[in-house]
């Protein structure tokens, strides 16, 4: 399959191999520049569509059809990329590793439930779009009845702190007719962590029921972006987890398409580090 991350078009592959790692590659082969996603996978190798060039898993040429007894030169070998799988995600880094994955107990914890929203496509730069998440002021107007409620427009403050592990927001309290439609409740508590620019962890609870989603935002290029959350949830009720989940995601999503059509409406796509005219 292909992605794009940072501008750059990306191939992801495994060889048939049983729990054989995924593989990132630049989606371009060093021969003459075909897109190695056109190709197929053959003996846990990835045969370029052009010329069958054969690629390992390391991303270097094994084979080359038009000269079956050449060696092929060193130089023939695909770019390849650090990634790694968790919480059902492929996670990709174009350069060195600097931090480690997220932290998201809850999603191996077995006293939770879990689930993923939809990948959403937004025409906005990744930061505008953490931007938005981040700005709390927001919830009475645009999430009315779900995330805030119009007659409790205040913001009380909350405790932001900057530490090694990130930053941590939280915890604050919203007015709120509903979170879940079945939990009628409006004492929810918030916090939210960012241990990276693009990784929100965020905790919801109320006496009934703890919320805790990871929030991730895909920069495709400096104007889109692809966000999409991965969701537990745990309740003192007995309610259906099937029926939950449904009315979670239906939630999930009407907040999002929210925001979304927010996000379009800004200007620029991309936000400045430094604002010229923007009243903060």
Not at 216 to 234: A, C, F, G, N, R
Request: charged letters at 20%; a negative charge.
């Amino acid at each position: 399959t292909t992605a794009s991350l940072l501008g750059v078009k990306l191939v992801l592959w495994r060889s048939h191999e049983q729990n054989s790692p995924i593989q990132v590659w630049q989606d371009h082969c060093p021969h003459r520049g075909v897109a190695l996603s056109m190709g197929e996978i053959v003996n846990n190798t990835l045969v370029c569509a052009y010329h069958g060039w054969r690629y390992n898993e390391a991303g270097k040429c094994v084979q080359i059809p038009a000269h079956p007894d050449m060696i092929p030169p060193a130089s023939a070998i695909a770019k390849t990329y650090h990634c790694q799988e968790r919480y059902g995600l492929v996670w990709v880094c174009l350069g060195n590793p600097v931090n480690d994955i997220p932290e998201f107990p809850e999603w191996d914890d077995p006293n939770y439930h879990k689930t993923y929203t939809k990948s959403y496509l937004i025409q906005a730069s990744a930061f505008r779009v953490m931007d938005n998440s981040l700005d709390v002021s927001h919830f009475p107007f645009i999430h009315d009845g779900w995330l805030g409620d119009r007659n409790y427009t205040k913001v009380e403050n909350f405790e932001v702190k900057l530490d090694k592990d990130g930053l941590t927001m939280g915890k604050y309290q919203f007015q709120t007719s509903r979170i879940v439609s079945d939990i009628e409740d409006d004492s929810w508590v918030n916090w939210l962590r960012l241990s990276h620019p693009l990784c929100q962890y965020c905790v919801s609870e109320s006496p009934e029921m703890r919320i805790v989603d990871l929030m991730t935002i895909t920069p495709i290029d400096e104007d889109k972006s692809i966000l999409q959350m991965l969701i537990t949830w745990k309740c003192l009720r007995m309610l259906d987890s099937k029926t939950l989940e449904s009315k979670l995601l239906t939630e999930y999503d009407e907040t999002i398409e929210q925001d979304i059509r927010i996000l379009h409406a800004q200007q620029p796509a991309r936000l400045p580090l430094l604002p010229p005219k923007q009243i903060n």
